[in-house]
Structures are given as C-alpha cells and as structure tokens.
C-alpha cells in the first residue's frame, strides 16, 4: 500500500492468520516425538505458533532475533509526570547504545541486536550516535492533555515509517522481533489508548511508569489520562486520528511497524504497557493481527493487562519489570528460541500414518529408523 494514501482497512486484507492446516501437520509431527501431548507445557504451543508462523514443517529454529525500540520524547512529560524530565528520552538511547542499559544488557548476553528508531526525541539529531535510525517526525510529540501530539500528516509518517522498519527488517531475515520502547511520559500516552478501547477510567490504567512516582505524580498522570480520555474518545473509531490525538509519533510508528510485521508474517515479541497499547491498537485496525504476537511478561503499568487480555495474549512470565526498553520481552526469548529448537529438532519416529492421539507414538514401537525423543533418553 506504499504509493497510495494509507488506508488502514486494507490490512485487514493483507494479514493472514498463521497457516492452519500446517497447525495440525505441527502437530502429527509433535505426536512423533513419543513425548506426551503438553508434556513441555506451553513450549508445545509456542512450538506450534512458530511453526504456523514461518509456515514450515519442521520449523527453522530462530537465528535472526533482533530488539528493536522505538524511541521519542512526549509534550506529556512536561506535566511531571515521570520520574525522568520531559526531554530526556536521549539519554536513555544513549545509554542503550552503550550496552548500559538494563535490556542492551539482556541484548549482549542473548546476542540479539539492537536497532534504535527516533521518531521524535528532543534533542539535536547531531548529538545522537550514528546508528540511530532516523525517522524523526517532529521534535518531542504534542501534549496529549490538552492538544493533538502530531497533525494528520505527521501521524501518517511516523505510521508509514514503522512500516518501513518491519519491511526492512522482514527483508534482512529477521525472524523474531522483541518489541521495546523509549519514551519519557510514554506510559502515560500508553494508558490513555488503552482506557479509551477498554471503555475504563484514567484510574484502573494508571500506574508508576518507569520509576516508582510518588502519590503527587500518580494524582497528575492519572489527570492528564483522564485529560486525554476526553479527547480520544471522540476519535475512536478512527485508529490513525486517534494516535495523532494521543499516542505521539513513537507509539504511532510502533503501531505500523506491528501491523506492516504481521503482513509479513514475523512474530513479535511485546514487551509492556507501550507496546501492549500499539497493540491494541492494531487490532482495531485487523482483528486477525494479535496471532501475530507474543506477550513476554507481565509489567507493573495495570493498563497492560487490561491490553493483553483484550487480546487473549497470556505473557510468558511475570517478573514485574518496568524499565521498558524491550527488557521484559527479552527475559521471555529464550523461552520462545528453547520452543523452536525444540520443535525443529526433537527427533521423530518415521511412522507417520493415522496417529490420532498425540503421544500414541511412543507406542507404535518397533519401526523407528530415527530414534524418538523417548527412546533417545
Ligand atoms: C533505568 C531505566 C531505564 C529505562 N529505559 C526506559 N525506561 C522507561 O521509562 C519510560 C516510560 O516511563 P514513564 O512513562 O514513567 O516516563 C520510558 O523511557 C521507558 O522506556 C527506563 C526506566 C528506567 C528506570
Ligand atoms: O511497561 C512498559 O512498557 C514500561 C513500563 C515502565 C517504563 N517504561 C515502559
């Protein structure tokens, strides 16, 4: 849809559901192994997502994971509502390009990449490091409260600009990405979309963000929600105004760049309550989308289980992280590559006619030229 005018219908049409019939080949394949039916829990079904994902039995056991951020400041910060200052953002890319912070930690010891996105940091674009990918909109996004955080165009830029990065990186082979954000105030532009779609009160989403903000702060991000609410809900039905109104241009870019993922089928990874809200957000625009994602864990910010739920996306763990950054996503990918490795690689049985019950396998002894993983052990 690159050349026409952007048409968020259309990826109702353009996403797929990950490929059924393949589901049940996964599964034939699954019984093979002679190990009982859910006996590695839900590896099994993580197992059978990914391989319905890449639409490939066996499936490929992931190489090419990749942690990427969309980072920007928000007009909201200037309400001290973080416990970090409006226009900070910055620092914290910076200090993820450093390796220092907690996820480019994580990153180094996982030996995932890091790709930085600024869509609209509040600082000199010289000042930043070279690979920073630029697709700055505008300089800090507008104050949710009480004005729209981008124009029209600008919200169909940074959308068109996510999509972007999830065609390159479906293009480089990426084949899982952890989804992570940068962006002081961000949960609280996080927290008004998801009580707008959720029908709840700036109250029951609000939580401490990235630091533990005092009961002042809580009572002042609670009324820029509540501020935001107003004026968010009168665009609901339009998800792209809607973003422009209150999302700011990283959570608008996040929102394309899972949309444009899911056209091109590659699994995403969500972290917390900022991606859980592009999101939510994106299922409004295609219902099927969600298929396309995995929640990593379970955040402090309430307004993102409120987001998973909706979703039916039940996160792997739950460590109560709140650093943001992708850290989240990353503790849980390990569990998702141990699934596709396992999946790949358990050996099977040959026999592969009429096993009607998962685990029958194990019994149909005799005729193994390769040896199960039962037999194995
Ligand atoms: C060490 C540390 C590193 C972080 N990196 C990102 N955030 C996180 O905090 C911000 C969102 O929270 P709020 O809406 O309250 O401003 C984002 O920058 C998010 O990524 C961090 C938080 C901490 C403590
Ligand atoms: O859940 C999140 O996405 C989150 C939480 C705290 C800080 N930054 C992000």
């Not at 393949?22 to 590896?43: N, S």
């Not at 973080?82 to 390009?97: D, I, Y």
């Not at 396998?361 to 005799?366: N, P, S, Y």
Request: hydrophobic content about 45%; charged content about 25%.
């Amino acid at each position: 849809m690159s050349d026409r005018t952007l048409d968020l219908d259309d990826f109702s049409d353009l996403i797929e559901r990950p490929h059924g019939g393949l589901r049940r080949d996964a599964e034939e394949r699954r019984a093979r192994t002679g190990l009982p039916d859910q006996a590695l829990g839900r590896l099994d079904e993580l197992g059978e997502w990914l391989t319905a994902a890449q639409a490939k039995v066996p499936v490929e056991p992931l190489r090419q994971p990749k942690l990427v951020v969309f980072a920007g400041d928000h007009g909201v910060a200037e309400l001290d509502v973080s416990t970090r200052p409006a226009g900070s953002t910055h620092a914290l890319v910076r200090s993820a390009l450093d390796g220092l912070s907690p996820a480019a930690i994580l990153a180094r010891r996982l030996e995932v990449p890091l790709r930085v996105v600024d869509m609209a940091l509040d600082c000199d674009p010289a000042e930043l490091p070279a690979d920073v990918t630029r697709h700055r909109v505008r300089r800090s996004s507008g104050r949710l409260d009480t004005q729209d955080t981008l124009t029209a165009e600008e919200a169909e830029q940074a959308f068109r600009a996510g999509m972007a990065v999830a065609d390159e990186e479906a293009d480089a082979g990426t084949d899982v990405v952890v989804l992570g954000d940068l962006s002081v105030g961000g949960t609280t532009a996080a927290g008004t979309l998801i009580a707008a779609l959720c029908g709840t009160d700036a109250s029951v989403v609000t939580g401490r963000g990235g630091g533990d903000i005092d009961d002042l702060t809580w009572m002042r991000k609670c009324a820029a929600v509540r501020d935001g609410l107003r004026r968010a809900r009168p665009v609901m039905g339009d998800q792209l105004k809607l973003l422009a109104a209150v999302a700011g241009a990283d959570l608008t870019a996040m929102t394309g760049f899972l949309l444009q993922s899911a056209v091109r089928r590659t699994p995403v990874l969500l972290d917390g309550v900022v991606s859980a809200a592009c999101a939510l957000v994106a299922q409004r625009v295609a219902f099927r989308a969600p298929d396309w994602w995995v929640a990593g864990h379970t955040g402090k910010e309430p307004a993102q289980a409120k987001a998973l739920d909706r979703m039916a996306l039940e996160p792997l763990l739950d460590q109560q992280v709140a650093v943001g950054g992708g850290t989240g996503a990353l503790l849980a990918l390990p569990l998702v590559q141990a699934a596709a490795q396992l999946a790949a690689e358990l050996p099977v049985s040959e026999e592969s006619e009429e096993v009607d019950g998962a685990g029958d396998a194990a019994t149909e002894e005799g005729e193994t030229a390769n040896a199960s993983a039962l037999d194995a052990t």
